[in-house]
């Protein structure tokens, strides 16, 4: 089976960042996906991640060591929009199913 | 591109009806598409995945006799929640994944619909 673990909650400031950590224990890997949740909503793509390093996309950056089984999904210049959940999801192998984690609310305040 | 629809967004039904819940992809053909349900406040839980023309695998814990799947064509894909009663009160979710898709998508991504709310009385 698969361990996938992120905090629950984190909360901040509009106009700050924030740091959403992922760590994962899975037999295989072939990618690591973050996706955003607005409530009631279905989860939209934010980032993929299969080789090791920084992969940068505007606001939202994200990181990952498979040596440490660990990713980080960072959020700059907080919005208040931002406000969801974010899902960490892994692929064991290529063309398989995801694995997500049970989410990190951010709550951004003004 | 790369769109995918539900429906209905939203169904209110007595307990033990049965429910379909419709997964559409708009603009490609999806040869695979999964399933999933979420509990408020807690994350998804892949039900099963359906590759098209073949049935569906479902994941350990889930009823294949309750949860009734067809992918009969490359963009449809159908839940069915049969005898329907209110634990499966819940957000289900379609994810397609498959090809003719243009841009960047090289990395086998899902794309997901708006989700179907299920509340059963």
């Known amino acids: 089976g698969q361990n996938i673990d992120q905090p629950t909650e984190m909360t901040a400031t509009e106009g700050a960042i924030v740091q959403i950590n992922c760590t994962y224990q899975?037999?295989?890997?072939?990618?690591l996906f973050w996706y955003q949740q607005h409530a009631g909503e279905a989860p939209t793509f934010l980032s993929y991640n299969v080789l090791d390093g920084l992969e940068e996309k505007g606001r939202f950056s994200s990181f990952l060591s498979r040596s440490k089984g660990y990713s980080y999904l960072l959020l700059k210049e907080l919005q208040m929009k931002d406000s969801a959940s974010y899902l960490c999801?892994?692929?064991?192998?290529?063309?398989?199913?995801?694995?997500f984690g049970a989410g990190t609310q951010v709550v951004v305040t003004p | 591109g790369a769109v995918v629809s539900q429906h209905p967004s939203r169904v209110i039904c007595k307990s033990g009806t049965s429910v379909k819940i419709e997964c559409r992809s708009l603009d490609f053909q999806a040869t695979t598409m999964f399933w999933y349900r979420q509990f408020p406040k807690q994350s998804l839980m892949l039900m099963a995945t359906s590759n098209e023309g073949s049935k569906a695998t479902y994941e350990q814990g889930v009823e294949k006799d309750k949860f009734l799947i067809n992918h009969a064509s490359l963009t449809l894909s159908t839940l069915t929640v049969t005898s329907a009663h209110p634990e499966d009160s819940s957000f289900y979710i379609c994810?397609?994944?498959?090809?003719?898709?243009?841009?960047?998508?090289?990395?086998?991504?899902?794309?997901f619909g708006p989700g179907t709310r299920l509340t059963v009385l």
């Open positions: 899975t037999s295989g890997f072939n990618g």
């Open positions: 999801a892994v692929r064991e192998r290529s063309w398989g199913k995801l694995q």
């Open positions: 994810s397609a994944r498959g090809t003719g898709l243009a841009g960047g998508y090289s990395y086998n991504e899902q794309f």
